[in-house]
């Protein structure tokens, strides 16, 4: 089973326009979308695509919180949902102009450490083959540990952690050695406070993951595909493949949903990061998140990944 936790889960409202963003002005939208977002969502929905057992869990509060759950109901996707009083999830609006989305995010919702709690629960009953992804943004006021602070309450379980997250609360769950931590380009540079322009400017510092307590760092790296470093010393990079990006939001969640798929029925981590990136490609070549079809025959397309030295 792989559980995903979305902390901080939104409304995402996607809006295309035709004509550049004008800012002081009117705006007025060509295409509307409201979706259920969040990054542990997002992953949860790619592993159904590939018919692995998964199970989300997050934080719902008012309006946008119903919504939120009426969407993922109609998933069929399993939810055990904590409901917090007197708050509303928050809204995340995606302008996408020109093959370009501008995003304006939400803060969220903010827990107790008696929610906290009982989100630890109701993710005990998870231990050795399971898999729990810590993905996204953390609760509103919670400390940068608040994901370490989880993992460490959860660790004498066995459970292996997935971990999304960019800025001091990787650098915080890295001390609890996760199975995979996932940054893109930008997160990373937010971990060490770097300029990286290119994959191959990446390189030291996806090591430095694995120096930090990373058992795996997937960091992906959009049109130019993926580096996978392991705690053996080993790196791998394969290329994205060619195709029309429609919507590069989600791509990274998509990488990591199709790489963990892999991983939990026992593929080769090189067949698991060749999985994660067809799965992300082939949602960034989609409206929304790839369905099975469309990630199986990306995956066909894929060359074996090259082992860097």
Same mark, same amino acid.
């Given at each position: 089973? =792989?559980?995903?936790?979305?902390?901080? *889960?939104?409304?995402?409202?996607?809006?295309? &326009?035709?004509?550049?963003?004008?800012? /002081?002005?009117?705006?007025?939208?060509?295409?509307?979308?409201?979706?259920?977002?969040? @990054?542990?969502?997002?992953?949860?929905? %790619?592993?159904?695509?590939?018919?692995?057992?998964?199970?989300?869990?997050?934080?719902?509060? /008012?309006?946008? +919180?119903?919504?939120?759950?009426?969407?993922?109901?109609?998933?069929?996707?399993?939810? #055990?949902?904590?409901?917090?009083?007197?708050?509303?999830?928050?809204?995340?609006?995606?302008?996408?102009?020109?093959?370009?989305?501008?995003?304006?995010?939400?803060?969220?919702?903010?827990?107790?450490?008696?929610?906290?709690?009982?989100?630890?629960? @109701?993710? $005990?009953?998870?231990?050795?083959?399971? =898999?729990?992804?810590?993905?996204?943004? %953390?609760?509103? +006021?919670?400390?940068?540990?608040?994901?370490?602070?989880?993992?460490?309450?959860?660790?004498?379980?066995?459970? $292996?952690?997935?971990?999304?997250?960019?800025?001091?609360?990787?650098?915080?769950?890295?001390?609890?050695?996760?199975?995979?931590? @996932?940054?893109?380009?930008?997160?990373?540079?937010?971990?060490? #406070?770097?300029?990286?322009?290119?994959?191959?400017?990446?390189?030291?510092?996806?090591? @430095?993951? %694995?120096?930090?307590?990373?058992?795996?760092?997937?960091?992906?790296? /959009?049109? #130019?595909?993926?580096?996978?470093?392991?705690?053996?010393? $080993?790196?791998?990079?394969?290329?994205? *493949?060619? /195709?029309?990006?429609?919507?590069?939001?989600?791509?990274?969640?998509?990488?990591?949903?199709?790489? &963990?798929?892999?991983?939990?029925?026992?593929?080769?981590?090189?067949?698991?990061?060749?999985?994660?990136?067809?799965?992300?490609?082939?949602?960034?070549?989609?409206?929304?998140?790839?369905? $099975?079809?469309?990630? #199986?025959?990306?995956?066909?397309?894929?060359?074996?990944?090259?082992?860097?030295?």
């Amino acid at each position: 089973m =792989i559980a995903t936790v979305t902390m901080n *889960p939104a409304v995402d409202y996607t809006v295309l &326009l035709e004509e550049p963003l004008q800012c /002081g002005a009117v705006n007025r939208t060509t295409h509307e979308r409201i979706t259920a977002g969040g @990054k542990g969502v997002n992953v949860s929905l %790619i592993l159904q695509q590939l018919e692995i057992p998964t199970k989300v869990y997050g934080y719902l509060s /008012g309006t946008t +919180g119903t919504m939120i759950a009426e969407q993922l109901q109609r998933t069929q996707i399993p939810t #055990d949902w904590i409901i917090l009083p007197n708050q509303m999830n928050r809204i995340n609006l995606k302008v996408k102009e020109n093959k370009t989305v501008t995003e304006l995010n939400g803060k969220g919702v903010s827990v107790s450490e008696a929610e906290t709690e009982l989100l630890l629960q @109701k993710l $005990r009953q998870y231990g050795d083959g399971d =898999i729990i992804v810590l993905a996204g943004s %953390i609760p509103a +006021g919670a400390p940068a540990a608040h994901y370490a602070n989880v993992m460490q309450a959860l660790a004498e379980n066995g459970v $292996r952690f997935a971990v999304d997250v960019a800025g001091e609360p990787l650098h915080e769950a890295l001390a609890c050695h996760p199975f995979v931590v @996932k940054p893109n380009l930008p997160e990373l540079c937010s971990v060490f #406070d770097a300029e990286i322009d290119t994959w191959w400017d990446a390189l030291p510092y996806g090591r @430095k993951l %694995i120096e930090m307590g990373a058992q795996n760092a997937l960091v992906s790296l /959009g049109s #130019d595909g993926a580096l996978l470093f392991t705690d053996e010393n $080993r790196v791998w990079h394969l290329s994205a *493949p060619h /195709g029309e990006v429609k919507n590069a939001v989600g791509s990274g969640d998509a990488m990591l949903g199709g790489f &963990l798929a892999a991983c939990s029925t026992g593929k080769p981590l090189t067949e698991a990061l060749r999985m994660g990136v067809a799965a992300g490609s082939a949602t960034a070549f989609s409206e929304w998140m790839a369905n $099975r079809s469309q990630m #199986d025959n990306l995956l066909k397309t894929l060359p074996e990944p090259t082992e860097l030295l």
